[in-house]
């Protein structure tokens, strides 16, 4: 069965919310939200579908987009590629140009709507920001917190809390702190035994390579509404993640790094072969940085992850 290429858009307005679109009740999963699009033409660019489908179906002219993530799902009765931009300013007023039903929605209130099956992986990507912090492991408590509350205050969204070299209750009391720290302004991950699970409802989890290989045939270890991730450095590992069925990965080393300079670095080439043959959104880790995002995006990542990368000085 032929994969059918679709071009479609996460589209954000000025308040960062993003267009839905209803899908008719009579066409294929009719119903359903999604994000706006529709086929690639055999001799078309992605960009140039994209801009055509959105002129015609919604009324407007793209002027900044970028790719975010592909996405590949097998339906019964067909094969489709999911070719995914984000639109951040086009001209025009959307409008349902073919009678279509439209929402704008905030990140937080996609979960509030039901999608086909293909779009949960565009869900998340489009929910997640393009930079990971990782902090740094060197440091004492009360210079971290402040650290982090200045990253906060700089625009960080997405904060793994890793500190390898503490105790477990240093670092759970560590945790408490930057929880409250994070609440309203940035999803935190902590790193630890599963079995803290239940102390910390509101963060996510971000799992090792060591405990995604014990826990990946037992599946998922929570609910959907809360993210899950893992750290991944080869196609093995992530085959694990998608059994596992998490949000998001790392995926390192890209380049040579100084904390792991016996890490055989993948090079941009490989790390986009990996990337293309997983459904989930990829932060690239290990020698890259914001100065990297663009050339990460072209590669199929969601973006870069890093500690001095994104740590203020």
Known sequence: MKRIHVAAAVIRDAAGRILL??????????????????????????????????AEELGIQVTVARPLIQVQHDYPDK?????????????????????????????????????????????CAARLPAQYLITPDDLEPKALLQGLQRALAGGIKLVQLRAPN???????????????????????????????????????????????????????PFPQERWLAASCHNAEELQLAARMGVDFVTLSPVQATQTHPEATPLGWEAAGELIAGFNQPVFLLGGVGAADSARAWQAGAQGVAGVRAFWPA
């Open 79 to 123: 094969h489709v590629l999911l070719d995914v931009w984000e639109v951040s300013a086009f001209n025009g007023e959307a409008h349902g140009a073919e009678g279509q039903p439209l929402a704008w929605v905030s990140p937080r209130q996609l979960g509030n709507y039901q999608f086909p099956a293909a779009n949960r992986p565009i869900v």
């Open 166 to 220: 503490m105790y477990s209750p240093e670092y759970r009391d560590l945790a408490v702190d930057a929880v409250g720290l994070c609440a309203g302004k940035a999803q935190l991950m902590l790193k630890g035994p599963l079995e803290w699970l239940g102390d910390f409802p509101a963060a996510g989890w971000h799992l090792t390579a060591e405990q995604l290989r014990k826990y990946a045939p037992h599946g998922r």
């Open 21 to 54: 679109a209803r899908r008719p009740d009579g066409k294929h999963q009719g119903g359903l939200w999604e994000f706006p699009g529709g086929k690639v033409e055999d001799s078309e660019t992605v960009a140039a579908a994209l801009g055509r489908e959105l």
